[in-house]
C-alpha cells in the first residue's frame, strides 16, 4: 500500500478558529490532492498540487487554502472553521500513470 | 465540465447472487478513465476496477466486471457471487487523461450484502 498519512484523524474545533490538517506520503508522487465526502456528493477536489509550491484550486476551494512546500507534505487549512465544513476530509497522491492512492480520511467536526 | 450520476442511493442483493451498479457520466473529452472505488466502514478508499476508454474491451477483476457502453456514457459495475464482505458504499468515478488524475465522483451507492 502507497504510504499516505494524514493528521489528525479525527478533530473537533470551534466556528471561527483556523484549522490545519496534514498529509504525508512517502511515494514521492508528484501530484496531491485534498477532497472532502459528504453524503449525497460522494468525493469533492478542494485543491491539488502537481509540484512543490505548485497548486491549484479544484471544484470546492472557497474556504480552503494549501501549501505544499516540500514533496511529501501537503497541507489544507481552514481559516476560519464554519460549520459547512464539517466533512471527511481525504487525501490522496499518484503520478501520471499511476492510479490515486488514499489515505485513511480525516473526520473534521465544526461546532 | 464532467459529471457523474449514480442513480441508486441504495441497493441490496442474497449473498451469493448477482447485482449491478449502475453509473452515467458526461463528457466531451476522448481520453478518460473511468473507475469503481470501494468504501467500507473503515472509510478506506480501495480502488476495485478501472476502465480506459480507449479499450473496447470491458475490464473484469476476479467477481467484479464492468459493462463500459462508450456511446451511451454508461459504465456499470457487475458484482458476481456476492459475499458479505462485498457490503459498503461504492462510488464511480471519472478522470481525464494525462496530467493530474483530478477524480470526479458519483453520489455512491450503498450495497447490503444479505445472509
Not at chain 1, 471561527?16 to 514521492?28: F, I, S
Not at chain 2, 464492468?66 to 464482505?85: E, M, P, R, T, W
Not at chain 2, 478522470?95 to 450495497?111: E, I
Request: glycine letters at 8%; hydrophobic letters at 30%; one cysteine or more.
Amino acid at each position: 500500500d502507497a504510504g499516505i498519512t494524514q493528521s489528525p484523524r479525527h478533530k473537533v474545533t470551534e466556528t471561527g478558529t483556523p484549522v490545519t490538517l496534514r498529509c504525508h506520503q512517502t511515494e514521492n508522487h508528484r501530484y496531491m490532492y485534498w477532497y472532502r465526502q459528504d453524503p449525497g456528493h460522494g468525493l469533492r477536489l478542494i485543491h491539488y498540487s502537481y509540484g512543490v509550491k505548485d497548486t491549484d484550486k479544484g471544484e470546492v476551494s472557497d474556504g480552503y487554502s494549501v501549501s505544499r512546500s516540500k514533496t511529501e507534505d501537503f497541507l489544507l487549512t481552514l481559516e476560519s472553521a464554519t460549520s459547512s465544513q464539517t466533512s471527511v476530509y481525504f487525501c490522496a497522491t499518484g503520478d501520471m500513470n499511476t492510479e490515486a492512492f488514499f489515505g485513511q480520511g480525516t473526520r473534521l467536526t465544526v461546532v | 465540465a464532467q459529471t457523474v450520476t449514480q442513480s441508486q442511493p441504495e441497493m441490496s442483493v442474497q449473498e451469493a447472487e448477482t447485482v449491478t451498479l449502475s453509473c452515467t457520466y458526461d463528457t466531451s473529452e476522448s481520453d478518460y478513465y473511468l473507475f469503481w472505488y470501494k468504501q467500507p466502514p473503515s472509510r478506506q478508499m480501495i480502488l476495485v476496477i478501472r476502465q480506459e476508454a480507449y479499450k473496447q474491451q470491458n475490464a473484469t477483476e476476479n467477481r467484479f466486471s464492468v459493462n463500459f457502453q462508450k456511446a451511451a456514457k454508461s459504465f456499470s459495475l457487475k458484482i458476481s457471487d456476492s459475499q458479505l464482505g462485498d457490503a459498503a458504499m461504492y462510488f464511480c468515478a471519472y478522470r481525464r487523461g494525462g496530467g493530474a488524475q483530478k477524480l470526479v465522483f458519483g453520489q455512491g451507492t450503498r450495497l447490503t450484502i444479505n445472509p
